[in-house]
T-cell receptor
């Protein structure tokens, strides 16, 4: 059974801090790893990482895929209160299974 | 706004009852996915439809059923409700079958008393 584990489960930081969120996975026939941000309700897509695209960056957010270690990190620099959310990691395999999500990391950024 | 519409946003009902959750996917998307999110379990995949046909099934209880109609909207039916069914139910859509980037609706929060 495909499995995605995120750590830490929750994190409290101050504005301006840099944070690193972790995601490890066990899947057969890995295709891609995705990061989503869930603020109040609907998760929204951040990044997709594949074997051909192991690093992505958008503004203060960046993510790297380590296929050897079967893991990924999501970095957020110069955090702002608007970054407070649950960050979800998900993995897509080539089997007949849609995205498998981890339980998420709840990030709280305080002023 | 993702373009995915879910109704109702909130629903309170009693144990043993039956409810129907409705989802309209983004324009042009053929796949609809249903996920259940509870505090301790995270997002759990229930079922997926592609262009009207069931294509993948997750840990969906026998008391739950779903369908996708010719106009591509989908309904999730939950019956013989139990306290443990209280959760946020998300619908998501994508253009293709089993693609990574999903577009989620705002969810339907179900409370079973």
């Amino acid at each position: 059974e495909d499995k995605v584990v995120q750590s830490p489960l929750s994190l409290v930081v101050h504005e301006g801090d840099t944070v690193t969120l972790n995601c490890s996975y066990e899947v057969t026939n890995f295709r891609s790893l995705l990061w989503y941000k869930q603020e109040k309700k609907a998760p929204t897509f951040l990044f997709m990482l594949t074997s051909s695209g192991i690093e992505k960056k958008s503004g203060r957010l960046s993510s790297i895929l380590d296929k050897k270690e079967l893991s990924s990190i999501l970095n957020i620099t110069a955090t702002q209160t608007g970054d407070s959310a649950i960050y979800l990691c998900a993995v897509l395999s080539s089997g007949n299974t849609p995205l498998v999500f981890g339980k998420g990391t709840r990030l709280s950024v305080i002023a | 706004d993702s373009g995915v519409t879910q109704t109702p946003k909130h629903l309170i009902t009693a144990t043993g009852q039956r409810v129907t959750l409705r989802c309209s996917p983004r324009s042009g998307d053929l796949s609809v996915y249903w996920y259940q999110q509870s505090l301790d379990q995270g997002l759990q995949f229930l079922i997926q439809y592609y262009n009207g046909e069931e294509r993948a099934k997750g840990n969906i209880l026998e008391r739950f059923s779903a369908q996708q109609f010719p106009d591509l909207h989908s309904e999730l039916n939950l019956s013989s409700l139990e306290l443990g069914d209280s959760a946020l139910y998300f619908c998501a859509s994508s253009v293709g079958h089993l693609t990574g980037e999903l577009f989620f609706g705002e969810g339907s929060r179900l409370t079973v008393l």
